[in-house]
């Protein structure tokens, strides 16, 4: 037993005192507190740095992704923009519209899918579901509508370009 | 002249150990309050709202130097007489 007065050399390996020991504890764990605050707060000024001076970058450009007939009604097709490694999804609804999102899930950017005679795109890995003429959360976890892109027709061929929202409503 | 510091350096354990904890719920508050200024922000700037970026890092490191600051007021080492085991 640790107390036993008959072997005390573990006192002069350890020599702090039971009080001692738990008062250290507490103070580094004081200490550990206020330097995970020091990174949460270097880490808000990274995302104000980034939102601020670094934003994402556009989508430049028309992008051609299909011919029309490629694409059946309720089908989608994926398809990533030269010199960009953002995966992104066609869908051509069974009402014949077409739209094209981001596929991955603005919760933590699994690959969604659409979810075929139901108008709606499916995170499988928390059960998130989007609306798949809008990009809106319709239920789960995403915080977020997914990021949209414009579809546009020349002829038989779909292009993609950057999508442009309507000015902000206060 | 004696200060607060050592005012209470000289108190009594259970002072001390009240002083700790209370130090440690204001510090886990502040960081509670961070990780939420943080999520709004990023939620936000993810969503083009970068208006509120700035304003919460500048709270954010407000609590921060308010959290380090609070550590002035950590108590010390308790010091007992060494004890000598031979």
């Known amino acids: 037993m640790a107390t036993n007065n008959k072997d005390n050399q573990w006192k002069v390996d350890f020599p702090i005192q039971q009080l001692d020991a738990t008062q ?11 330097l995970v605050s ?17 934003p994402a970058e556009k989508v430049q450009g028309e992008h051609f992704v299909c011919k029309k007939d490629e694409l059946p009604q309720g089908g989608t097709k994926s398809f990533v923009i030269p010199g960009s490694t953002i995966p992104y999804v066609l869908i051509r609804t069974e009402k014949d519209d077409f739209r094209a999102y981001e596929q991955k899930c603005t919760h933590l950017s699994c690959a969604v899918f659409y979810m075929p ?18 990009g809106e959360v319709l239920a789960g976890p995403p915080p977020r509508p997914l990021p949209r892109l414009d579809v546009i027709f020349k002829g038989d061929d779909i292009y993609v370009r950057e999508f ?7 | 002249m004696s200060n607060f510091r050592e005012a209470q350096n000289q108190a009594h354990p259970n002072k001390t150990s009240t002083l700790m904890v209370a130090l440690i719920v204001v510090l886990i508050l ?25 304003p919460a890092f500048l709270a954010s490191l407000g609590l921060f130097l308010v959290g380090f600051g609070w550590l002035y007021f950590m108590p010390g080492i308790i010091r007992n007489k060494k004890v000598k085991y031979r």
């Open chain 1, 164 to 170: 442009e929202t309507s000015p902000k409503t206060l």
């Open chain 1, 24 to 34: 250290v504890s507490r103070r580094d764990f004081a200490k550990f507190l206020c």
């Open chain 2, 30 to 54: 502040n960081v509670s309050i961070q990780i939420w200024l943080l999520y709004t922000a990023l939620n936000n700037a993810l969503n083009e709202n970068v208006d509120i970026a700035f």
């Open chain 1, 38 to 54: 020091g990174g949460l707060a270097v880490g808000s000024g990274y995302v104000a740095a980034k939102a601020n001076f670094f």
């Open chain 1, 117 to 134: 005679k139901s108008g709606k795109i499916e995170c499988p890995c928390h059960n998130g579901w989007f609306d798949a003429l809008t």
